[in-house]
């Protein structure tokens, strides 16, 4: 009987007395996580050995929903997959669509179309500013982003009448025209805001906890960041120039003058100072569509039916708030897409926080999500 | 480069590899790739200077039961020239299967995953392909077009 | 003359007469504390209460909001709101849990914070108990909350909850350190660990603040540490461990640890104010008319006002980090302070 037991402690050495990873389930109900994003961390003491995403929660099937509505109809769903910059996905639809069939909205809808996509990356931006200042740690940042979103979202408000899912920008133009007192309204909150963005970096930028917390923390180099399929305001951290407005003009982003913000660091600090530099970038990008903004119509007419071309493709890319957000459409003739893809930029950006986070403490899995800007509903659709 | 130039640079370089390269209405480059030298095109497009496709933009797949073919579309774009090309490989719808691309661009690790969870389309090579939006323990795959499943029925149109 | 003291004084001749009356004469030795602690536990909950209030006002002051105005004038009753709310929930409790510790964590945190109040004089004579070693008791009570800490880590099988009772264990531990090498330059200069004892001295001299600037600060900042509160709340850090240590405390339970948190709060502050900023004496000596006691009561304020700023203000550190921060930093200054007085004491004398 003792040797039995002898043997087989022998036989099973490895299995009985070695050590097991600390396995902790963040998510998907987790205050950290944004949403429902499940994190599976292996740990060892407090040392991230590994971070397994698991996605899903969130999955509502829009890309199926997408292939069975007519393309007007889809522009509702398009909020649904970013939330938080519904009007970027609004867009990004739009000109996919219209690029598919050959359409082309008019001037004023085009300007009316920055102007509001700006904004929203003005309110995106600041909601993300909150929440990675949260995760961190600092809970008063949040309070002051959503103070000033708030504005933003009178904006639409008074535009459209919706302030989170807006479905604003349709295909060959804009829902309605501007009321007369939105220019002025406008100009008066970027005069308001402008100076607001100092005082978030007064109380963040600089502060020697933060830096301590998110100074070379998370690095992500031009090489893996690329191949890595990483895109936006993560990968201009690392210093390369990745963004569509530039490097694929649309709308009427050759016409204005910006600046693509680049930091070369590559940290979650390089990619707050890019969010932060791109929110001054936009209040100068709104500035000049309000000032070159001219009467006209806001939407082309439309074919009764609208039917795409049969064995009809597109990609088509804009920069959204969180980056490159591509929409993939195939037409067959009919009033329905035959194949929709939303190509987020969430999605790519989740795909590298494994290899970031490996040999970090478990503190840093949430500065390092936080600085990637992901958003859930966006990575599941 | 213009497009028409790089389809007939594409057309001299990769002459047998590739079924054929359009310029579709829409102006874009799209390149049908022989199955057998999907990575080879791939690879070469990536690693080539005069192409640097260095950013795999999108990777997803489409189900045309009509045809009993699955095509795996990939749109690469290169950071230094500009330009974007579609590269599309099909595989048969009973049998699908495919070379992972996961080695040439780290991305397609889990594009390729969602493409297998809503397709069914198996990469061969790939290092961890599972569900990643469906239930693990779930078995049809949704985004093709005769998917049933109770209670919520869709008929092709 | 209104002062503690004659308070004191009158309030006791009251209680003897009440003792003779019902004839424990005899035991007024006994009693005498036990009525003490009684009516220092009253005021400790009540001035709790007013620090949560206190606490969400200046947070909501902080950020732009307007903070409780709806239970009571200027929302000054939603602590006793939260506090009915928080006994009458149900409480939950993980089916397997370590059920002694379980239960005994919250009455641990809660006592051993609330005991370190008994030495702290409000004012002249005005204190439960003038412990000799006054000093050497707080910073000896005031460690069990340690226990308490990880034993609900432990005890509610918890992943998260035993993460938060790792960190804490370690945080408090490292941050005892440079807490009492904070204290100690203060003790030699004195010659005494009664606290009653080191406020004489500072009216016979200056605040410690003036000569121990560095020690005032390491001190708060270790205090701050060792209860818990941001920058260094790691045990509870909300976005990374939920609730860290009281993840699965629920009803009474945690309203056990809250109150402990805020007694924490003001033990370290009550001893800051002690030691560092003349106790119950006034600031300019034209201003003694004003009793001692409220003269503490606003600096005690103003030191809890000064660390809930801090937790509204920074972010929070990662646990490498506040160790780096607690043993490279805070305990190498603090031991070339003590050096520095020791020279300083030696050449010109207890008196600086």
Redo the contacts between chains.
């Keep these: 009987m003792t040797d039995l037991l002898l043997s087989q402690i022998k036989v099973n050495d490895e299995s009985q007395f070695g050590t097991d990873d600390y396995v902790v389930n963040l998510g998907p109900q987790h205050p950290a996580t944004h949403g429902v994003l499940r994190l599976i961390v292996k740990l060892d003491g407090e040392t991230v050995k590994e971070t397994i995403p698991v996605l899903g929660y969130l999955h509502r099937s829009i890309e199926k929903i997408c292939e069975n509505r007519t393309y007007p109809q889809c522009i509702t769903y398009t909020d649904r997959v970013d939330y938080v910059s519904a009007m970027s996905v609004n867009l990004a639809f739009a000109l996919a669509t219209e690029r598919l069939m050959g359409l082309e909205a008019p001037p004023r809808a085009q300007w009316l179309r920055m102007i509001f996509v700006e904004l929203q990356r003005l309110a995106s931006h600041l909601l993300w500013m909150g929440a990675f200042a949260g995760d961190i740690g600092a809970l008063t940042p949040f309070l002051y982003g959503l103070r000033e979103r708030e504005r933003i979202l009178d904006l639409f408000e008074m535009t459209c009448g919706q302030r989170l899912t807006y479905n604003y920008i349709r295909i060959g133009g804009v829902m309605i025209d501007i009321l007369p007192e939105f220019v002025p309204k406008c100009r008066a909150f970027l005069d308001y805001f402008e100076p607001k963005i100092a005082e978030y970096e007064d109380l963040l930028t600089y502060n020697p906890i933060f830096l301590e917390r998110t100074k070379g923390v998370g690095v992500i180099t031009p090489e893996v960041g690329i191949n890595a399929g990483v895109c936006g305001p993560s990968l201009r951290g690392s210093g390369v120039s990745c963004d569509v407005r530039k490097q694929q003009p649309y709308l009427f982003y050759d016409q204005v003058k910006f600046n693509e913000c680049l930091e070369t660091a590559g940290d979650c600090w390089s990619r707050y100072k890019v969010r932060m530099r791109e929110l001054r970038e936009s209040v100068s990008l709104i500035r000049q569509c309000l000032d070159r903004l001219e009467p006209g119509p806001i939407e082309t007419k439309l074919p009764p039916v609208l039917k795409a071309p049969p064995a009809s493709e597109i990609y088509s890319r804009i920069e959204s708030s969180r980056g490159e957000m591509g929409i993939y459409l195939v037409g067959d003739g009919t009033v329905k897409p035959w194949k929709c893809k939303y190509r987020c930029a969430s999605f790519n950006n989740t795909y590298v926080l494994d290899q970031l986070t490996r040999g970090w403490k478990i503190a840093d899995i949430m500065a390092v999500l936080g600085s990637l800007d992901m958003i859930v509903p966006e990575v599941d659709r | 480069m213009t497009n028409e130039e790089l389809k007939t640079k594409i057309e001299s370089d990769f002459k047998d590899k590739v079924l054929s390269a359009t310029i579709s209405a829409q102006k874009e480059l799209i390149v049908v790739v022989k199955p057998e030298s999907y990575l080879f095109v791939c690879q070469g497009l990536r690693d080539k200077s005069e192409y640097a496709f260095q950013h795999l933009s999108c990777q997803t797949a489409v189900d045309y039961p009509k045809e009993n073919k699955i095509t795996v579309v990939c749109h690469l774009w290169s950071y230094k020239y500009g330009h974007q090309i579609t590269i599309k490989l099909d595989v048969d719808r009973a049998n699908p299967k495919a070379p992972t691309l996961e080695n040439i661009w780290k991305s397609a690790n889990w594009f390729e995953r969602e493409v297998f969870d809503l397709y069914g389309v198996i990469f061969e090579g790939h290092s961890d392909l599972r569900r990643i939006m469906m239930p693990e323990d779930y078995t049809k795959f949704p985004l093709r077009k005769d998917f049933a499943d109770d209670g919520f029925i869709i008929k092709p149109n | 003359m209104l002062s503690g003291e004659n308070i004191v004084k009158s309030v006791s001749d009251l209680l003897h007469q009440l003792y003779a009356m019902v004839g424990l004469s005899a035991f007024k030795g006994v009693l005498d504390p036990i009525v003490a602690a009684h009516v220092m536990f009253g005021f400790i909950s009540v001035f709790v209460m007013f620090l949560v209030w206190m606490e969400r006002k200046v947070?909501a002051h902080?950020?732009?909001?307007i903070g409780p105005n709806r239970v009571g004038i200027f929302g000054l009753l939603q602590t006793v709101a939260d506090a009915i709310k928080l006994t009458i929930k149900e409480d939950i409790k993980p089916v397997h849990r370590d059920k002694i510790p379980y239960y005994i964590a919250p009455i641990i945190a809660f006592v051993a914070t609330f005991a370190g109040m008994v030495v702290i004089p409000f004012d002249k004579g005005m204190v439960v108990q003038d412990l000799n070693i006054g000093l050497l008791y707080i910073i000896a009570i005031t460690s069990f909350t340690v226990i308490a800490i990880l034993s609900a880590g432990w005890s509610s099988n918890n992943?998260?909850a035993l993460?938060g009772g790792f960190?804490s264990a370690a945080q408090i531990v490292s941050y005892e350190v440079p807490l009492v090498l904070s204290l100690v330059p203060v003790i030699m200069m004195t010659g005494t660990l009664r606290l009653g004892g080191i406020v004489e001295y500072q009216s016979q001299n200056h605040w410690f603040v003036l000569y121990q600037f560095i020690a005032f600060f390491i001190f708060i900042t270790s205090a701050t540490a060792e209860a818990n509160r941001?920058?260094f709340?790691?045990p509870e850090?909300?976005?990374?461990l939920?609730g860290g240590f009281h993840t699965e405390y629920s009803g009474v339970k945690f309203a056990m640890f809250f109150l402990g948190e805020y007694i924490a709060v003001i033990v370290s502050s009550a001893v800051a104010v002690t030691v560092f900023l003349g106790g119950w004496l006034p600031p300019f000596a034209f201003l003694a008319f004003v009793p001692g006691f409220i003269w503490f009561m606003i600096k005690l304020l103003l030191v809890i006002y000064l660390v809930m700023a801090f937790r509204?203000?920074?972010?929070?550190?990662?646990?490498?980090?506040l160790m780096d921060f607690g043993w490279k930093v805070l305990i190498p200054v603090a031991i070339l302070n003590i050096l520095v007085t020791g020279f300083c004491v030696l050449f010109f004398g207890k008196g600086v």
């Design positions: 947070s902080m950020q732009s909001r992943k998260f993460l960190r941001a920058p709340d790691i850090a909300e976005s990374e939920i509204w203000t920074f972010p929070r550190l990662r646990v490498d980090q």
